[in-house]
């Protein structure tokens, strides 16, 4: 039963943040591309962001690039999504994926999440 729990959702002002983690169980995280997406009430899948295994390459959105980070904590098996300066368009459900590869993460992950829910309202 391997599994991908996403946390830290909730709901915050327009200019606030927020910091999702995504843990692992049932397997080690090292060697997997980590993604983030999201989708919103009548909007599609967006992928918003992804790290390779190693660290060293990220992908973000443009509409979300400057704002928010991915990072990740092989020993605690989580990455984590750091969001700052959040508008009410990044209302969404967000959900962590794992996949080898961060390209092919982003298109075609092995794993998903459940999903967290973000509300950006005032």
């Known amino acids: 039963q391997l599994q991908l729990v996403e946390s830290g959702g909730g709901l915050v002002q327009p200019g606030g943040s927020l910091r999702l983690s995504c843990a692992a169980s049932?397997?080690?995280?090292?060697?997997?591309?980590i993604a983030w997406f999201r989708q919103a009430p009548g909007k599609e899948r967006e992928g918003v962001s992804c790290?390779?295994?190693?660290?060293?390459?990220?992908f973000y959105a443009d509409s979300v690039k400057g704002r928010f980070t991915i990072s990740r904590d092989n020993a605690k098996n989580t990455v984590y999504l750091q969001m700052i300066s959040l508008k009410p368009e990044d209302t969404a459900v967000y959900y962590c994926?794992?996949?080898?590869?961060?390209?092919?993460?982003?298109?075609?992950?092995?794993?998903w999440g459940q999903g967290t829910q973000v509300t950006v309202s005032s």
């Open positions: 049932g397997f080690t995280l090292d060697y997997y591309a």
């Open positions: 790290i390779s295994a190693s660290g060293g390459s990220t």
């Open positions: 994926a794992a996949g080898k590869g961060y390209i092919a993460t982003l298109r075609a992950p092995n794993y």
